[in-house]
């Protein structure tokens, strides 16, 4: 099995924590790279191009719409425009259930929207389960 290299972004450690125990839950080989806002993951997933220009290429991203210093549809935009991250699958983990948040999310198309269960077992089942089906693993 290979390892997936996965971006998180990410400001809350706990919930962190809790993808991660729910990845290696799912037993999802994973790397992770994580970002503690959408300004740094952009710097860092969409560099100007120049000729020493290095990019990250996971395999999936994981974004939280609410963290400092962004705002998590703009980060999804910026990396939905960026030409190498185009078939890279992209998930918003957020606690938001308003029905503007997923509205505006389809808008901006081919994301993934998932709703931070408040409940444990739920939590690390779905989340296994989402970045499951993101990476392919279940096929």
Avoid: W
């Avoid at 998180?8 to 809790?18: F, T, W």
């Avoid at 790397?31 to 220009?53: D, I, K, Q, W, Y």
């Avoid at 939280?64 to 962004?70: A, E, I, Q």
């Amino acid at each position: 099995m290979n390892i997936a290299k996965i971006v998180l972004i990410e400001d809350n450690s706990a919930d962190v924590l809790l993808i991660e125990l729910a990845l290696k839950e799912s037993d999802i080989l994973y790397e992770m790279t994580r970002f503690h806002n959408g300004e740094e993951a952009v710097r860092s997933l969409c560099p100007p191009e120049g000729p020493t220009t290095k990019t990250l290429h996971p395999d999936a991203i994981l974004l939280d719409l609410n963290t400092p210093k962004s705002d998590g549809f703009v980060v999804l935009e910026q990396l939905r425009r960026a030409p190498h991250l185009a078939e890279v699958p992209i998930a918003i983990i957020t606690s938001s259930q308003a029905m503007s948040d997923k509205r505006r999310v389809s808008l901006i198309g081919r994301t993934r929207y998932i709703e931070k269960p408040s409940q444990l077992a739920e939590f690390l089942t779905t989340v296994g389960q989402a970045v499951k089906d993101l990476l392919h693993l279940n096929d």
